[in-house]
């Protein structure tokens, strides 16, 4: 993934290109598309809080510009706010079909973020969203086949909380129809369209059919959005990747986070080189090895890349914090406690 610099860096063009966008005068034109090229990299690199300020200010001029309300509300749900972006799903999605699936997206989350999903609160949601999905969808399936694939996840989800069995609403033979679109449109350089193929294999549960159709989207998948939306796709809404998940399962998922892990990025060093002399002699003399050490360390959290270091203070930090608990009790009591002198000396 990226590494902190290469945000910072392109923050340093987001206030940049966005102080120009508003002094420009007659040059509005190219300081906009230079704006919307940098929200089209924010969104491939997954910042979506850089995403929302950029669109966010890009309405200011452009209030109308579908591309950037698609943008925008992606930038919300993807930061927890799908009611926030459900207002600005709703503006001109008769004149692109797209935004109706926004609604559906902002529905969906709603209903994944409900703690207890089968309740009459949560269900209305899970409703609206295979409502909107299928208007998008339906509308022209090989144009719009992507929403097929949330189409046949909501409607396993609906199956497994008592949802009417009808041949409408059974995700089997929907998942079987949506592999005869898949086939018919055959965008194989589409990366959309593989991980559509993934959720139809699975709707049709076909396990080995969903491992195969992965590695080909693995190998078209170019950018880090399109790995984390599948990722959490998978994890989120399809609910894989449990205790009791198969082997096939899980190896699936470790291929993604493995994906995203690795990921060199287009302004992230890439790995390091080391001759046979320099393994012979046991210390690599590699001139990018230091310059590189941040961007190779393992990313800890789920919430971000962060540095061993960053987990070594708040560990030290926390060695003068303490709970005091009865047995089988959470805890009673906390706040900060001394070390004894002892200790202080690296003794016991």
């Not at 309300?69 to 926030?84: C, D, E, H, K, T």
Request: some cysteine; glycine content about 8%.
């Amino acid at each position: 993934m990226a590494s902190d610099l290469d945000k910072k860096n392109f923050q340093t063009k987001r206030m940049d290109a966005l102080f120009a966008l508003d002094t420009t005068g007659a040059s509005l034109v190219s300081a906009l598309s230079e704006v919307r090229d940098l929200a089209k990299k924010a969104r491939s690199r997954t910042w979506y809080d850089e995403l929302g300020i950029i669109t966010d200010r890009i309405r200011f001029y452009e209030p109308g510009d579908l591309q950037n309300i698609v943008y925008s509300a992606q930038s919300l749900v993807n930061r927890g706010m799908p009611f926030a972006a459900r207002p600005s799903t709703q503006e001109g999605r008769d004149e692109w079909y797209e935004l109706q699936g926004l609604l559906g997206r902002c529905a969906k989350q709603i209903f994944l973020d409900t703690p207890d999903r089968s309740s009459d609160r949560a269900r209305p949601y899970l409703a609206e969203a295979i409502t909107a999905y299928r208007a998008a969808y339906e509308k022209d399936p090989a144009k719009g086949f992507w929403h097929g694939g949330n189409i046949a996840a909501l409607l396993t989800i609906s199956r497994s909380l008592g949802g009417p069995v009808t041949p409408e609403t059974d995700p089997v033979t929907f998942s079987q129809g949506l592999k005869q679109v898949l086939d018919k449109v055959s965008a194989v350089s589409d990366p959309w369209w593989h991980s559509t193929y993934v959720e139809a294999e699975l709707g049709a549960r076909n396990w080995s059919g969903a491992a195969e159709r992965l590695k080909s989207f693995l190998d078209v998948a170019h950018e880090p959005f399109f790995v984390e939306s599948h990722l959490r796709q998978l994890t989120d809404v399809w609910a894989m990747g449990g205790q009791r998940s198969l082997p096939m399962v899980s190896a699936m998922l470790a291929l993604l986070r493995a994906r995203l892990l690795t990921w060199t990025g287009e302004e992230t060093p890439g790995p390091i080189q080391v001759s046979a002399a320099e393994v012979a002699k046991g210390v690599p003399d590699t001139s990018d090895l230091q310059k590189s050490r941040d961007e190779l360390q393992k990313t800890f959290g789920d919430t971000a890349p962060l540095s061993i270091d960053w987990w070594n203070l708040g560990s030290s930090r926390a060695r003068s914090v303490a709970a005091i608990c009865a047995p089988n009790e959470v805890g009673r009591a906390h706040g900060n406690w001394i070390p004894h002198q002892a200790e202080k000396q690296g003794g016991r």
